[in-house]
Nanobody, 123 residues
Framework: QVQFVESGGGLVQPGGSLRLSCAAS????????IGWFRQAPGKEREGVSC????????HNLDSVKGRFTISRDNANNTVYLQMNNLKPEDTAVYYC????????????????WGQGTQVTVSS
């Protein structure tokens, strides 16, 4: 059974940083593209960033370019999202997932969703 567990969220002031982790079980993460998504209250879930099986990264949102970095640690079956210069509009629950394909972007037809991790950016 494929499971993703997200962690690392929290409350941070504008301009602060967080590093989110995505740990996979029942699944060999290195073989597939992994995407980070987020969902703010009252809004649809949207793709944020993606890293392909060949370790090429991309961002779905122009608003995170230059601030967010996605990376993968295949040895530990984990993907990270480093978020710098956070803004209030980044407030959302963040999820990681895969559609079991090798290339980005990861579509919303994912194998499963985890519980997500809450990121709140507020002064």
């Amino acid at each position: 059974q494929v499971q993703f567990v997200e962690s690392g969220g929290g409350l941070v002031q504008p301009g602060g940083s967080l590093r989110l982790s995505c740990a996979a079980s029942g699944f060999t993460l290195r073989n597939y593209a992994i995407g980070w998504f987020r969902q703010a209250p009252g809004k649809e879930r949207e793709g944020v960033s993606c890293v392909s099986s060949s370790n090429r990264s991309s961002h779905n949102l122009d608003s995170v370019k230059g601030r967010f970095t996605i990376s993968r640690d295949n040895a530990n079956n984990t993907v990270y999202l480093q978020m710098n210069n956070l803004k209030p509009e980044d407030t959302a629950v963040y999820y990681c997932a895969t559609d079991a394909l090798q290339e980005c972007p990861v579509t919303k037809s994912v194998l499963s969703w985890g519980q997500g991790t809450q990121v709140t950016v507020s002064s």
